[in-house]
C-alpha cells in the first residue's frame, strides 16, 4: 500500500506563488510515477503535472508550462508542485497521486492507484 499526505494549499492573491508538498509512504515499487491533479469546480480532475521519481524526468500540462514546476526529494519521498504568477483559474482542490511508471508519460486518473485527500488552492484577484 502506499500513503500520500499532501500539504501547502491556501488563500493566495493573484500573481502570487506557492509550493505544494506531498509525502508519500509505503511500497516506493508502487510509487515510481507520481503526479498533480486538480479539479476546479463544476470542472473534471485534470492531471498537470508527473515525475518519474527515481530518476527525476517530469512532464507537463501544455497549458501550465512556465508556470508550474515538479519536483521531488532525493530520496524520491516526497514531490513538490511549485506554482508562480497564480492566476484565479488555478484555484481548484490539488490532489497529489501515485502508481507504478509503465514507460509512458500519461496524466490519465486510471494510471494512478494512490491518492491524496487534496489541498484547496483559492486565487482571489
Known sequence: QVQLVESGGGSVQAGGSLRLSCSASGDI???????WFRQAPGKEREGV??????????????????RFTISRDNAGNTIYLQISNLKPEDTAMYYCAAGRWSDIWSLRLSTFDFWGQGPRVTVSS
Open 49 to 66: 503535472a508527473s515525475i518519474h521519481v527515481l530518476v527525476g524526468t517530469s512532464s507537463y500540462l501544455d497549458s501550465v508550462k512556465g
Open 29 to 35: 515499487l508502487r510509487r515510481t510515477y507520481m503526479a
